[in-house]
């Protein structure tokens, strides 16, 4: 029976642990049998999560700029650790390009050997967000290496928060547009949609006003414990 896409990436992170211990223990014929047992598993999931062709579908055009540089774009607009999803749904509708969720699979561990190789030699890195108690990476969450540290990490609030930034960040870029088109005005509705008194209807709704004006009224209401918890784990983070 063909495993779910949740159990290989069981597998690649149990493969990326003993890569670890293989390099640590100084036994490089191990590592490189491993190495190529994680590219395989690698390929088996982005093989998994790769969308199907639908040939009555117009391809979107491609993006000239490497995978990195779209998903920092994307990551950029919206201001907080994001999901993939998010962010390839962000960059399609905003940026117009081909980004999708699969092509992140292997990002981050690519970006972490780059770091290793060559520390500080690139401008940003991309990075998971750390967890505001225990200063771990959040499974799922993309962030800016470049950001403070206190909007690295996410602490109990943090994913309302972080919600409502994203909602108010979409919906004034969406403002800044001459002619928003319809897939970016059907992505902010799944922001105002989950948004009190944003907007009643999809027809109703008016981006740079009541979804914005929404966010930032509910927003008033938890950042400041928000900030507190992550402002603490940053501290013990740069101690």
Known sequence: MAEAPEDLERHIEQLRTEVRRA??????????????????????????????????EVPEPESILPVREQVHQALVLLGVPSAPKLIASVHKVVFSGDLTSSKLTSLKRDEGRSF??????????????????????????????TWPMACRVVGPLSARVDFLRSGIALAEQVGRMVAPTTPVLRLLWQFAANIPDAAATFDVMQPAVAAAAAAAAELSVHEDADRAHREAAAERART
């Open 23 to 56: 390099a640590m223990a100084g036994d490089p014929v191990r590592v490189r049998e491993l190495r190529k047992a994680e590219n395989a598993w690698d390929q088996a999931l982005a093989a998994m999560t790769a969308p199907t062709a639908d040939l009555d």
């Open 116 to 145: 290793q190789s060559s520390p500080h030699a690139r401008p940003y890195y991309l990075c998971s967000a750390l967890t505001a108690d225990l200063l771990v990476p959040v499974r799922g969450l993309l962030a800016v290496s």
